[in-house]
């Protein structure tokens, strides 16, 4: 199962799904690893350092996910966790050497500091960014992670500057629009302020950012399904819109799994509309064993929903059936008149800021 196909499960179950939106998002840098060119050895000993960065990470990766050392095992834990600083300081070495014999090198200032951030020192990251802004700042790759670190780690008023700028230098990337959508939905209150919006025009906002990065990447599932799953975090629900999202990540899923994640997600926005028939359908085809708990849990929420919904059309039936009016006897010693009885309740008393 593609780790896509999780994302979208995990989502749905989370209790915190704007977050869980924003998990699922892959960050992209922006940066592509530089053709080879044989006329350029700056640029083919940069492209064989960022080569050797991806291995030394997949490396890491490899020895996280195949140990056995029990929690127990502090010692040997404390091993691992040495050599991969080993590992680590290797390449940090090979990118300092890069930059002290090529200084003026942005891009290589840019691949330093988004191993860094891979590597979990987001801190040594910006540094890296902002040297690489300084000797370079029409490369719209830098400004995108200096807004994502900005979004992550405070300053939200230099992220929303920030990813503007990235996308006034290259408004043809699509992650740009799709990191920029996530930020200003996740953080709502300081856009409504930055930009001084409604809770709803926020919503718009990010949902318009999302439309245009879908415009430049239409088959990608990642952007499809974040740009659907934000409307779960929109109230009231747009029933509508958020059907028309997730009928356009069904058209572009590659496999079987990846459709049945989405009809899960297909059936529950259903039942919110009273769709029972049509939620049913969706989740008749979900068979993938890894969907039960949720496809089970979708059918107890229909099964009461449409129940509910019965007894109230008829609660509502009954109570509106016509009343034969009847004429009272009169009283058997009718005495004086009664005084009116008096209604109380009537009448009711600089755009980029310096710091972070």
Request: charged fraction near 25%; include cysteine; glycine fraction near 4%.
């Amino acid at each position: 199962m593609s780790d896509l196909t999780i994302g979208l499960l995990s989502a749905l179950l989370a209790t915190n799904q704007p977050q869980a939106v924003s998990n699922l998002v892959q960050e992209h840098t922006g940066i592509s690893v530089p053709l080879a060119d044989t006329q350029d050895p700056v640029a083919l000993e940069l492209r064989n350092l960022m080569i050797a960065d991806d291995a030394a990470l997949d490396e890491v990766n490899a020895w996280i996910s195949t140990n056995k050392i029990p929690r127990s095992d502090t010692n040997g834990i404390a091993q691992l966790r040495a050599k991969i600083n080993v590992r680590y300081d290797e390449m940090k070495q090979s990118y300092e050497s890069f930059l002290r014999n090529h200084p003026d090198s942005a891009r290589g200032f840019l691949a330093y500091g988004s191993f860094l951030n891979d590597i979990g020192d987001e801190e040594g990251a910006k540094v890296q960014y902002e040297n690489s802004r300084q000797r370079d700042p029409k490369n719209p790759a830098v400004w995108n992670q200096l807004a994502n670190y900005y979004g992550e780690y405070g300053g939200l008023t230099n992220a929303f500057a920030d990813y503007t700028e990235a996308i006034r230098l290259d408004p043809t990337e699509p992650v740009y629009y799709q990191n920029f959508a996530t930020t200003v939905y996740l953080y709502r209150k300081d856009a409504r302020e930055f930009y001084g919006l409604t809770e709803q025009q926020v919503f718009d906002k990010a949902l318009g950012l999302y439309q245009q990065a879908m415009k430049l990447a239409p088959d990608d599932l990642v952007l499809a399904t974040d740009y659907a799953e934000s409307y779960y975090g929109i109230r009231p629900l747009r029933t509508n819109d958020a059907l028309v999202a997730w009928t356009n990540c069904l058209k572009i899923c590659k496999d079987d799994n990846e459709r049945e994640a989405v009809r899960i997600h297909l059936a529950r926005v259903k039942i919110s509309a009273a769709k029972f028939d049509e939620a049913q359908a969706d989740l008749d085809a979900v068979t993938n064993a890894v969907f039960a708990d949720t496809r089970n849990r979708l059918q107890r929420n229909l099964i009461n929903d449409r129940n509910a919904l019965a007894t109230n059309s008829l609660s509502s039936i009954s109570t509106n059936l016509p009343v034969r009016p009847t004429i009272p006897p009169p009283p058997a010693n009718p005495g004086p008149e009664a005084p009116a009885i008096t209604n109380l309740e009537a009448a009711p008393p600089e755009l980029r800021s310096n710091g972070p």
